[in-house]
């Protein structure tokens, strides 16, 4: 959702069997400053839009209206309009035992750790990037002797499930770039990534091809 050339609003939506998950965050009081300096996504997350930079891009309510606003507010009126729209009467409610369970687990496997939060401490050899509908995709290996040694997986794209690109992490090592390619044609990734990986293996097997190049040349 935008407020002329800025983004106000983000979601994100994903198909889950018959039924489809939908998250999305809605910009109040910002502090654009601090969230310049925080936030440094790529120059791909970019492509095709008119801003080049996380301040450039994104507005807050409070922005716009030219005042501080108070949440608890806001969200009321979101959800009263919420309703009204879909003709709906919403309940308030605390979270389910079951749910704080599993937002503790998530915390302490997932969330609070320093791999999700600051990144993967490996050094990968060779990095590439592409911009799909999905989102920015980043494919990350380490080659030996021409096959893939260890390969990494990652993006602002949605999947529905994670195991699958672990599995297919997994099954990438020991190929080589070109035979990596048909191991992810045949994937259970929306046809968007597995189109998207296909072209960064490519990429990864000119990279390789090049080095070895300038090695012979440098032998």
Known sequence: MLVG??????????????????????????????????????????????????KERVTSLAQEVG?????????????????????????????????????AELLAVKYGTDEWNF?????????VSAKAKG?????????EDGAIRQARIQGDFLVSDRGALERLEQALTGCRPKEAQSVVQAAELLPDLRETLVRLLAEVDQEEATRLIKTDKGG
């Open 67 to 103: 005042r501080e606003l108070d949440t608890d507010e806001v969200m009321e009126r979101f959800a009263a309009n919420f309703a009204r729209i879909l003709g709906i009467e919403l309940a308030p409610g605390a979270l389910m035992p079951e749910e704080r369970e599993l937002a």
């Open 5 to 54: 050339e800025r983004k106000i609003y983000g979601s994100a939506q994903i198909a889950w069997y018959g039924t489809f998950v939908q998250s999305g965050t809605f910009l109040v009081n910002m502090d654009f400053d601090i969230m310049n300096r925080a936030l440094t996504p790529p120059a791909l997350k970019f492509a095709g839009k008119p801003a080049w930079s996380v």
């Open 135 to 143: 989102g920015v995709v980043f494919l990350s290996v380490d080659m």
């Open 119 to 127: 990144g993967t401490r490996h050094a990968y050899g060779v990095t």
